[in-house]
Protein backbone atom coordinates (compact mmCIF):
# COMPACT_ATOMS: atom_id res chain seq x y z
CA UNK A 1 0.00 0.00 0.00
CA UNK A 2 2.99 2.60 -0.04
CA UNK A 3 4.70 3.08 -3.28
CA UNK A 4 8.45 2.38 -3.08
CA UNK A 5 8.90 5.45 -5.17
CA UNK A 6 7.52 7.69 -2.00
CA UNK A 7 9.88 9.20 0.63
CA UNK A 8 9.19 8.89 4.08
CA UNK A 9 10.86 9.99 7.06
CA UNK A 10 11.82 7.70 9.43
CA UNK A 11 10.22 9.45 12.51
CA UNK A 12 7.27 9.79 10.53
CA UNK A 13 3.91 7.97 12.16
CA UNK A 14 1.29 6.23 9.84
CA UNK A 15 -1.32 4.38 10.80
CA UNK A 16 -2.75 0.94 9.07
CA UNK A 17 -4.15 0.67 6.41
CA UNK A 18 -3.18 4.14 4.30
CA UNK A 19 -2.41 3.91 0.71
CA UNK A 20 0.42 6.06 0.15
CA UNK A 21 1.33 6.82 -4.10
CA UNK A 22 4.23 7.64 -6.00
CA UNK A 23 6.69 10.39 -5.39
CA UNK A 24 4.36 11.23 -2.06
CA UNK A 25 6.91 13.08 0.62
CA UNK A 26 6.20 12.53 4.29
CA UNK A 27 8.50 14.88 6.59
CA UNK A 28 9.48 13.88 9.99
CA UNK A 29 7.31 15.06 13.16
CA UNK A 30 4.22 13.92 11.05
CA UNK A 31 1.31 11.76 12.31
CA UNK A 32 -1.01 10.20 9.90
CA UNK A 33 -4.00 8.13 11.59
CA UNK A 34 -5.39 5.25 9.72
CA UNK A 35 -7.20 4.49 6.61
CA UNK A 36 -5.76 7.21 4.43
CA UNK A 37 -5.33 7.53 0.33
CA UNK A 38 -2.55 9.63 -0.83
CA UNK A 39 -2.37 9.98 -4.05
CA UNK A 40 0.83 10.51 -6.16
CA UNK A 41 2.66 13.63 -5.49
CA UNK A 42 1.49 14.21 -1.52
CA UNK A 43 3.30 16.45 0.57
CA UNK A 44 3.56 16.62 4.08
CA UNK A 45 5.24 18.30 5.99
CA UNK A 46 6.89 19.00 9.63
CA UNK A 47 4.06 19.50 11.98
CA UNK A 48 1.09 18.09 9.98
CA UNK A 49 -1.58 15.91 12.30
CA UNK A 50 -3.97 13.90 9.86
CA UNK A 51 -6.65 11.67 11.08
CA UNK A 52 -8.40 8.56 9.70
CA UNK A 53 -10.31 8.12 6.44
CA UNK A 54 -8.99 10.91 4.10
CA UNK A 55 -8.22 11.13 0.36
CA UNK A 56 -5.91 13.72 -0.52
CA UNK A 57 -5.33 14.24 -4.18
CA UNK A 58 -1.98 15.01 -5.53
CA UNK A 59 -0.19 18.06 -5.21
CA UNK A 60 -1.97 18.73 -1.65
CA UNK A 61 0.83 20.59 0.57
CA UNK A 62 -0.43 19.91 3.83
CA UNK A 63 1.71 21.99 6.87
CA UNK A 64 4.05 24.21 4.90
CA UNK A 65 4.92 26.96 7.26
CA UNK A 66 2.75 29.91 7.37
CA UNK A 67 3.54 33.06 4.61
CA UNK A 68 3.32 34.91 7.70
CA UNK A 69 6.90 37.85 8.21
CA UNK A 70 6.03 37.11 12.00
CA UNK A 71 6.80 33.67 12.22
CA UNK A 72 10.15 32.60 13.68
CA UNK A 73 9.81 28.89 13.28
CA UNK A 74 7.88 28.28 16.20
CA UNK A 75 6.85 24.45 16.79
CA UNK A 76 2.88 24.73 15.38
CA UNK A 77 1.05 22.46 13.70
CA UNK A 78 -1.65 21.95 10.78
CA UNK A 79 -4.45 19.38 12.25
CA UNK A 80 -6.88 17.99 9.99
CA UNK A 81 -9.78 15.52 11.00
CA UNK A 82 -11.40 12.87 9.73
CA UNK A 83 -13.39 11.47 6.17
CA UNK A 84 -12.36 14.72 4.05
CA UNK A 85 -11.78 15.12 0.95
CA UNK A 86 -8.78 17.22 -0.16
CA UNK A 87 -8.49 18.15 -3.67
CA UNK A 88 -5.95 18.78 -5.88
CA UNK A 89 -3.30 21.46 -4.93
CA UNK A 90 -4.71 22.24 -1.86
CA UNK A 91 -2.54 24.17 0.47
CA UNK A 92 -3.26 24.14 4.24
CA UNK A 93 -0.32 26.33 6.07
CA UNK A 94 0.89 25.23 10.30
CA UNK A 95 0.00 28.08 12.62
CA UNK A 96 2.05 30.46 13.77
CA UNK A 97 2.65 31.97 17.88
CA UNK A 98 -0.60 33.40 17.51
CA UNK A 99 -2.82 30.29 18.07
CA UNK A 100 -0.12 27.91 17.38
CA UNK A 101 -1.91 25.66 15.05
CA UNK A 102 -4.41 25.23 12.13
CA UNK A 103 -7.25 23.13 11.92
CA UNK A 104 -9.65 21.48 9.61
CA UNK A 105 -12.25 20.00 10.91
CA UNK A 106 -14.04 16.26 9.58
CA UNK A 107 -16.30 15.79 6.83
CA UNK A 108 -15.12 18.83 4.66
CA UNK A 109 -14.54 19.05 0.67
CA UNK A 110 -11.67 21.12 0.06
CA UNK A 111 -11.52 22.06 -4.13
CA UNK A 112 -9.30 22.58 -6.15
CA UNK A 113 -6.22 24.74 -5.13
CA UNK A 114 -7.87 26.72 -2.58
CA UNK A 115 -5.88 27.64 0.20
CA UNK A 116 -6.00 27.67 4.02
CA UNK A 117 -3.24 29.95 5.89
CA UNK A 118 -1.55 30.31 9.05
CA UNK A 119 -3.97 29.98 11.88
CA UNK A 120 -7.36 29.22 9.72
CA UNK A 121 -10.26 27.06 11.72
CA UNK A 122 -12.66 25.52 9.51
CA UNK A 123 -15.08 23.51 11.45
CA UNK A 124 -17.51 20.38 10.18
CA UNK A 125 -19.24 19.42 6.97
CA UNK A 126 -18.14 22.42 4.88
CA UNK A 127 -17.46 22.72 1.02
CA UNK A 128 -15.37 25.49 0.14
CA UNK A 129 -14.84 25.87 -3.70
CA UNK A 130 -11.78 25.26 -5.93
CA UNK A 131 -9.10 28.77 -5.88
CA UNK A 132 -11.21 30.32 -2.78
CA UNK A 133 -8.09 31.54 -0.34
CA UNK A 134 -8.87 31.88 3.12
CA UNK A 135 -6.44 34.21 5.05
CA UNK A 136 -5.04 34.08 8.16
CA UNK A 137 -6.77 33.42 11.29
CA UNK A 138 -9.80 33.08 9.44
CA UNK A 139 -12.85 31.13 11.20
CA UNK A 140 -15.58 29.10 9.26
CA UNK A 141 -18.07 27.19 11.48
CA UNK A 142 -19.79 24.39 10.42
CA UNK A 143 -22.11 23.62 7.40
CA UNK A 144 -20.35 26.53 5.26
CA UNK A 145 -20.78 26.70 1.62
CA UNK A 146 -18.14 28.64 0.11
CA UNK A 147 -17.98 29.11 -3.24
CA UNK A 148 -15.43 29.25 -5.99
CA UNK A 149 -13.14 32.01 -6.40
CA UNK A 150 -13.75 33.62 -3.35
CA UNK A 151 -11.79 35.87 -0.96
CA UNK A 152 -11.49 36.39 2.65
CA UNK A 153 -9.57 38.66 4.48
CA UNK A 154 -7.96 37.88 7.73
CA UNK A 155 -9.43 37.42 10.69
CA UNK A 156 -13.02 37.28 9.23
CA UNK A 157 -15.57 34.94 10.51
CA UNK A 158 -18.20 33.18 8.02
CA UNK A 159 -21.01 31.24 10.45
CA UNK A 160 -22.92 27.93 9.80
CA UNK A 161 -24.91 27.28 6.93
CA UNK A 162 -24.25 30.11 5.09
CA UNK A 163 -24.07 29.67 0.95
CA UNK A 164 -21.25 32.61 -0.49
CA UNK A 165 -21.57 33.46 -4.03
CA UNK A 166 -18.03 32.67 -6.03
CA UNK A 167 -16.04 35.41 -6.82
CA UNK A 168 -16.97 36.73 -3.82
CA UNK A 169 -14.29 39.33 -1.85
CA UNK A 170 -15.20 39.72 1.87
CA UNK A 171 -13.35 42.30 4.76
CA UNK A 172 -16.36 41.99 7.20
CA UNK A 173 -17.68 38.52 9.07
CA UNK A 174 -20.69 36.54 7.01
CA UNK A 175 -23.09 35.63 9.47
CA UNK A 176 -25.15 32.50 10.13
CA UNK A 177 -27.53 31.28 7.59
CA UNK A 178 -27.50 33.57 5.35
CA UNK A 179 -26.68 34.19 1.46
CA UNK A 180 -23.75 36.16 0.77
CA UNK A 181 -22.40 37.86 -2.61
CA UNK A 182 -22.03 41.05 -5.01
CA UNK A 183 -19.66 43.36 -5.15
CA UNK A 184 -19.29 44.69 -2.65
CA UNK A 185 -20.04 41.51 -0.75
CA UNK A 186 -23.58 41.94 0.35
CA UNK A 187 -26.27 40.27 2.38
CA UNK A 188 -28.94 38.68 0.05
CA UNK A 189 -31.16 36.95 1.73
CA UNK A 190 -31.91 33.31 3.77
CA UNK A 191 -30.18 30.19 2.45
CA UNK A 192 -33.87 28.74 2.89
CA UNK A 193 -32.83 25.74 0.24
CA UNK A 194 -29.83 24.81 2.10
CA UNK A 195 -31.77 25.33 5.44
CA UNK A 196 -34.05 22.67 4.28
CA UNK A 197 -31.74 20.43 3.69
CA UNK A 198 -30.30 20.15 6.65
CA UNK A 199 -33.71 19.76 7.80
CA UNK A 200 -34.70 22.55 9.54
CA UNK A 201 -38.57 22.97 10.17
CA UNK A 202 -40.43 26.05 8.39
CA UNK A 203 -40.86 27.21 11.80
CA UNK A 204 -37.17 28.07 12.56
CA UNK A 205 -36.88 29.26 9.09
CA UNK A 206 -39.34 31.39 9.80
CA UNK A 207 -37.76 32.67 12.95
CA UNK A 208 -34.28 33.06 11.56
CA UNK A 209 -35.82 35.18 8.71
CA UNK A 210 -37.21 37.35 10.88
CA UNK A 211 -34.64 37.93 12.93
CA UNK A 212 -32.13 39.09 9.92
CA UNK A 213 -35.24 41.06 8.50
CA UNK A 214 -34.81 43.25 11.79
CA UNK A 215 -31.23 42.89 11.65
CA UNK A 216 -30.97 44.59 8.66
CA UNK A 217 -33.81 46.93 9.07
CA UNK A 218 -32.88 50.77 7.54
CA UNK A 219 -32.31 53.34 9.63
CA UNK A 220 -31.88 51.55 12.87
CA UNK A 221 -28.43 51.20 14.91
CA UNK A 222 -27.45 47.87 15.32
CA UNK A 223 -28.00 47.79 19.14
CA UNK A 224 -31.24 48.93 18.44
CA UNK A 225 -32.17 46.00 16.07
CA UNK A 226 -30.29 43.35 18.52
CA UNK A 227 -32.58 44.26 21.52
CA UNK A 228 -35.61 44.44 18.83
CA UNK A 229 -34.75 40.20 18.05
CA UNK A 230 -34.61 39.67 21.26
CA UNK A 231 -38.10 41.31 22.66
CA UNK A 232 -40.00 39.81 19.43
CA UNK A 233 -38.00 36.81 17.98
CA UNK A 234 -39.10 33.60 20.14
CA UNK A 235 -35.56 32.64 21.95
CA UNK A 236 -33.93 29.39 19.84
CA UNK A 237 -30.31 27.83 19.90
CA UNK A 238 -30.63 29.84 16.36
CA UNK A 239 -31.78 33.09 17.33
CA UNK A 240 -28.77 32.96 20.41
CA UNK A 241 -25.94 31.67 17.73
CA UNK A 242 -27.30 35.02 15.24
CA UNK A 243 -26.97 37.46 18.19
CA UNK A 244 -23.82 35.90 20.27
CA UNK A 245 -22.07 36.01 16.22
CA UNK A 246 -23.20 39.59 15.32
CA UNK A 247 -22.42 41.29 19.09
CA UNK A 248 -18.95 39.20 19.27
CA UNK A 249 -17.48 40.57 15.68
CA UNK A 250 -14.49 42.04 15.34
CA UNK A 251 -14.58 43.66 11.81
CA UNK A 252 -18.57 43.84 11.68
CA UNK A 253 -20.89 42.11 9.75
CA UNK A 254 -22.04 42.22 6.21
CA UNK A 255 -24.26 44.79 4.85
Do not use: W
Amino acid sequence: MISPLAYIHPEAVIGEGCEIGPFCYIDKNVVIGKNNRLMNSVTILSGARIGDGNVIFPGAVIGAIPQDLKFKGEETTAEVGNNNTIRENVTINRGTAAKGKTVVGSNNLLMEGMHVAHDVVVGNGCIIGNTTKLAGEVVVDDFAIISACVLVHQFCHIGSYVMVGGGTRTGQDIPPFVMAAREPVAYCGLNIVGLRRRGFTNETIENIHNAYRLLYQRGKLREECLKEIRETIPMSSEIEYILDFVTSSKRGIIK
